[in-house]
């Protein structure tokens, strides 16, 4: 008897095929859009090449400069229906849309536009974590967390500093390593305007004013007692 022919492995459709046909070297992304496929990529070099004419400061893509030249135009066009609030972006505007939504946890009172953003939220309170890592066992709150963590057993580090060729698991890590090469300090002492790069340098700096304060207390603590001691006398 002749062998029946095995039926050949099904095939995606030519609409599938070229849905995301650009893909990303690095990650393994895929892109609708070259162009989209391009503004990934500054992910991993750390590339940012518009720059703002007023600040200086850089940004890896044109929609970024966009929203931050609002910060010295002053523009604000996006309007909330509800109240009439302005803001710069439609991110802000959605963030600030939680006051007049219904979605709000009962324990903290946080609101939000997504029953499925309050449903992830409310996980903070219940101390549930739905998403186990099958390597360690160590169990997320969010799929994105176990994701993240998933590269410390595979040694995956698609983001590298095109400065210094240093490699990260995530884009956020290699955002502040950048500020290495860049002296961005995004972070500041109310107090004397002093400026850091770093959110752990600002809470050790602040420590000193901290002291300052407690000496400038004491002292006068110190001097009032004496007043009194004297009028007493």
């Not at 300090?185 to 305007?193: D, E, S």
């Not at 004013?209 to 004496?226: P, Q, W, Y």
Request: charged share 30%; hydrophobic share 25%; proline share 3%.
């Amino acid at each position: 008897d002749e062998k029946a022919a095995e039926p050949e492995p099904k095939k995606r459709n030519d609409a599938y095929n070229n849905e995301k046909p650009f893909a990303c070297d690095t990650c393994g992304r895929d892109f609708k859009r070259k162009a989209d496929l391009n503004a990934h990529l500054t992910i991993h070099t750390g590339e940012k090449p518009f720059s703002c004419n007023c600040c200086g400061k850089s940004f890896r893509m044109r929609k970024s400069l966009i929203l931050h030249m609002r910060i010295h135009t002053g523009e604000k066009p996006f309007s909330c229906k509800a109240c009439g609030k302005d803001f710069r972006s439609s991110c802000n505007l959605m963030i600030h849309m939680r006051v007049h939504t219904d979605e709000k946890c009962d324990t903290c009172g946080k609101n939000f536009m997504f029953k499925s953003k309050l449903y992830a939220h409310l996980r903070i309170h219940t101390g549930e974590k739905p998403h186990l890592c099958n390597t360690c066992g160590k169990r997320f709150r969010e799929r994105s967390a176990l994701n993240a963590h998933t590269k410390v057993h595979t040694g995956e580090k698609p983001f590298s500093c095109n400065t210094c060729g240093k490699d990260f698991t995530r884009a956020s890590n290699l955002s502040v390593h950048m500020r290495i090469h860049t002296g961005e300090k995004p972070y500041f002492c109310k107090t004397c305007g002093k400026r850091f790069c770093w959110i752990s340098q600002i809470k050790k700096h602040g420590r000193i004013h901290e002291g300052e304060n407690l000496f400038t207390f004491k002292n006068m603590k110190r001097k009032i007692n004496a007043s009194h001691m004297s009028v007493s006398q």
